[in-house]
């Protein structure tokens, strides 16, 4: 992984940073190591000693000949730039992007497994990955006149994209063994299972926030968005707009209880706003 954060001029910043991470797992659980240490590992002609037909609980003919193994890779990025227009005016840009894959690979062979020999042997194949990408920009402006009045407004732009797909194979009933999962075609085609998916959604806002303070004692915000979701079938409901109105009295700032040395703030306040979800 590695960060970066640098001052390209004196009103200009930028940061980024990614961390990249590839995982190899071997899934071994279920294993049984409550098994009676004495009992034996091989049987007289050399195969792994079992205590009946339904043992299925060897521990080391399950880690030498059971396949469960999994290979994954995961990014995370992120890029912003932030730049003082002016004194009161700041404008922020910010890019995320995260991907993750996996494949999952699986052999329960007919003898030692239980899923292998009620199954004849099963393997499967699962692939997985998904990608992820979010923009977002905002503009800032914050100003007091007359050193009671201060303003602050904020407009902004945002924009995610998600994608995912997924696969899957699966077999049982296997006349070789030979090379496992890796032949899924050795298994009894009337066994064969396929499976696929794939998933996308994009998600569009525009937003903006007011907030105005006096003698920073009464405080007032205003906030509107809207959004768009393709996760809504038609057009004309894939739009929403949610807005919100708020006012506060900080009556810790009042002088009548400026002397209140066991008081830090206290604030009445009263919002009202409508709320969506998708």
């Not at 979701?229 to 057009?235: C, I, L, P, Q, W």
Request: net charge negative; proline share 2%; with cysteine.
């Amino acid at each position: 992984n590695f960060s970066v954060e640098h001052k390209l001029l004196d009103n200009l910043r930028m940061k980024a940073s990614a961390n990249i991470t590839s995982n190899k797992r071997h899934n071994n659980g279920g294993l049984a190591y409550w098994r009676n240490p004495i009992f034996p590992v091989y049987d007289d002609e050399g195969d792994y000693w079992l205590y009946s037909a339904q043992d299925y609980s060897h521990p080391l003919a399950l880690t030498d000949l059971q396949k469960n193994d999994s290979k994954g890779l995961d990014i995370i990025s992120f890029a912003s730039v932030n730049w003082d227009v002016l004194p009161c005016l700041n404008v922020m840009a910010q890019f995320n992007y995260k991907h993750g894959e996996q494949i999952t690979d699986k052999y329960f062979p007919k003898k030692y497994s239980e899923t292998g020999v009620f199954n004849d042997g099963y393997g499967s194949i699962d692939n997985w990955k998904d990608d992820n990408i979010v923009f977002e920009a905002y503009a800032t402006f914050d100003r007091t006149f007359a050193e009671k009045h201060r303003l602050t407004v904020m407009g902004g732009y945002s924009y995610e994209n998600y994608q995912s797909r997924s696969s899957s194979l699966a077999a049982k009933g296997f006349i070789n063994e030979s090379l496992g999962n890796e032949n899924l075609a050795a298994g009894d085609s009337e066994t064969y299972s396929i499976g696929n998916s794939s998933y996308k959604t994009e998600l569009v806002s525009a937003l903006t926030r007011i907030n105005y303070t006096f003698d920073n004692r009464f405080l007032f915000t205003f906030t509107a968005r809207a959004d768009g979701s393709s996760k809504f079938r038609y057009n004309d409901d894939r739009w929403g707009v949610f807005w919100s109105v708020g006012g506060a009295w900080r009556l810790s700032s009042e002088p009548w209880l400026a002397d209140a040395t066991w008081l830090t703030d206290l604030k009445l306040r009263a919002d009202y706003g409508v709320m969506g979800n998708q």
